[in-house]
């Protein structure tokens, strides 16, 4: 069975700028949820998603946002991009019902220039 | 108070030693607890769930989980050299139970 798949693994982008990033779920998972990674703040949760519907939305700006699409695969957007955007960001999911675990994607390393 | 608490580390243990993590949290209401496992450069593993009382077992790994004192921890027999890596706490919180909130992790080093 597939994991995670995130894409594009490696982003180097300039401030001001805006980017996309995808994630795909494990077939069968219709739970997406989206995590910013940084070594002073450790995981923090951005979103999540089921069923095209966002469910628990964390504290960052409106800058930062995401949807879903009917076959379960994620983008999340960062407009007007921040030095403070560099980071990795993971991607989990989960099948969405009760309290399965999150399995997680390799991640997308985002660098701010 | 933080939500979900670890002792950053780095915790040393010699090879086949028992290294002991544990884990605080502060919302009575938690339903479900996971242990990740996160390599340096890579992305957070999951190794153990569990869900209610007591302890809970896979291989080398055991899980407990004490609700009454909002504490769970992850125990690692047999430690080798390849479980070196940052362990992370996760925890979902009541009324957002599709939301999990991760502690800072826990550095593990096992020494040769």
């Known amino acids: 069975k597939a994991g995670v798949t995130q894409t594009p693994r490696y982003l180097i982008k300039t401030r001001g700028q805006q980017v996309t990033l995808s994630c795909s779920p494990i077939?069968?998972?219709?739970?997406v949820s989206w995590y910013q990674q940084t070594p002073g703040q450790g995981l923090q949760f951005l979103f999540e998603?089921?069923?095209?519907?966002?469910?628990n939305k964390g504290n960052f700006p409106g800058r930062f946002s995401g949807r879903q699409f009917s076959n379960s695969r994620s983008e999340m957007n960062v407009s007007t991009l921040e030095l403070g955007d560099s980071a990795l960001y993971l991607c989990a999911s989960s099948v969405g019902t009760g309290l399965q675990p999150q399995h997680f994607g390799d991640g997308t390393r985002l660098s701010i220039l | 108070q933080k939500e979900v608490e670890q002792n950053s580390g780095p915790l040393s243990v010699p090879e086949g030693a028992i290294a002991s993590l544990n884990c605080t949290y502060s919302d009575r209401g938690s339903q479900s607890f996971f242990w990740y496992r996160q390599y340096s450069g890579k992305s957070p593993e999951l190794i153990m769930s569990i869900y209610s009382n007591g302890d809970q077992e896979d291989g080398r790994f055991t899980a407990q989980l004490n609700k009454a004192s909002q504490y769970v921890s992850l125990l690692i027999r047999d430690s080798q050299p390849s479980d070196s890596a940052t362990y992370l706490c996760?925890?979902?919180?009541?009324?957002?139970?599709?939301?999990?909130?991760f502690g800072k992790g826990t550095l593990l080093t096992v020494n040769p």
């Open positions: 998603y089921f069923s095209e519907t966002q469910r």
């Open positions: 077939s069968g998972h219709r739970s």
């Open positions: 996760a925890v979902n919180k009541r009324g957002s139970n599709y939301k999990l909130t």
